[in-house]
């Protein structure tokens, strides 16, 4: 069955979210001749934030700095890490479970002044 857009019908849904985190819904719509059921999943981040991390280390002396990654969403992440630059190290993935806070190790090992 095809429609074209003279057949289709638009449902609005508003969303209010408390917490960032993985929401889940069932939409059963009903007719005399038709039983449909949508699921929708909407995916909610907090707000982007930037950080700057100033490090000062002698050239070939590693410093470490401990990000606090706080979880508040009803579900354990499991994160990916991609770092850019040279220097820089850190474990690829982190776990953070639900409702706690996990630091990230990340690592600057100059090989020359910069």
């Given at each position: 069955?095809?429609?074209?857009?003279?057949?289709?019908?638009?449902?609005?849904?508003?969303?209010?979210?408390?917490?960032?985190?993985?929401?889940?819904?069932?939409?059963?719509?009903?007719?005399?001749?038709?039983?449909?059921?949508?699921?929708?999943?909407?995916?909610?981040?907090?707000?982007?934030?930037?950080?700057?991390l100033e490090?000062?280390?002698?050239?070939?002396?590693?410093?470490?700095?401990?990000?606090?990654?706080?979880?508040?969403?009803?579900?354990?992440?499991?994160?990916?890490?991609?770092?850019?630059?040279?220097?820089?190290?850190?474990?690829?993935?982190?776990?953070?479970?639900?409702?706690?806070?996990?630091?990230?190790?990340?690592?600057?090992?100059?090989?020359?002044?910069?």
């Amino acid at each position: 069955l095809f429609l074209d857009s003279s057949d289709a019908v638009e449902l609005p849904i508003k969303f209010i979210p408390r917490y960032a985190g993985c929401y889940h819904c069932q939409i059963l719509l009903k007719s005399s001749c038709d039983v449909r059921v949508f699921e929708i999943e909407c995916v909610v981040n907090t707000d982007h934030a930037e950080a700057e991390l100033e490090f000062l280390t002698p050239a070939y002396q590693a410093v470490i700095q401990d990000i606090p990654i706080s979880n508040t969403s009803s579900q354990d992440w499991k994160l990916e890490a991609i770092l850019e630059g040279q220097g820089f190290y850190g474990p690829p993935q982190i776990n953070v479970g639900q409702g706690e806070t996990a630091l990230y190790p990340l690592m600057f090992k100059p090989i020359a002044e910069c």
